[in-house]
């Protein structure tokens, strides 16, 4: 499998890397490809390796394209409290 990353989307990751306190549990990114059903819909995903229990975070293409999944990661949200 072939995952090609953006400028912005190293850019995210460095940032997600560089924000954990916990060097033992944040050593590992994990990247994977989500889609339609995914909490900010389809795109890349990642989460730290030792981790997941904490959540994966959405990975977008752009500035734009973040702020498109975050708007569906809401909507999708509200939707269940909602119900």
Same mark, same amino acid.
Request: charged share 30%; aromatic share 8%; proline share 4%.
């Given at each position: 499998?072939?995952?090609?990353? &953006?400028?912005? %989307?190293?850019? /995210?990751?460095?940032?997600? =890397?560089? &924000? &954990?306190?916990?060097? /033992?549990?944040?050593?590992?990114? *994990?990247? %994977? *490809?989500?889609? !339609?059903?995914?909490? =900010?819909?389809?795109?890349?995903? @990642?989460?730290?390796?030792?981790?997941?229990?904490?959540? @994966?975070?959405?990975?977008?293409? !752009?500035?734009?394209?973040?702020? #498109?999944?975050? #708007?569906?990661?809401?909507? #999708?949200?509200? @939707?269940?409290?909602? @119900?």
């Amino acid at each position: 499998m072939k995952i090609t990353l &953006s400028h912005y %989307q190293l850019k /995210e990751l460095l940032e997600m =890397s560089e &924000s &954990s306190c916990d060097p /033992e549990c944040y050593d590992a990114i *994990v990247i %994977q *490809v989500g889609d !339609d059903t995914a909490h =900010s819909g389809p795109g890349l995903y @990642a989460w730290f390796d030792e981790c997941p229990e904490e959540g @994966a975070s959405y990975i977008g293409d !752009d500035a734009e394209d973040q702020e #498109r999944a975050n #708007r569906i990661g809401e909507e #999708r949200e509200n @939707a269940k409290s909602a @119900a």
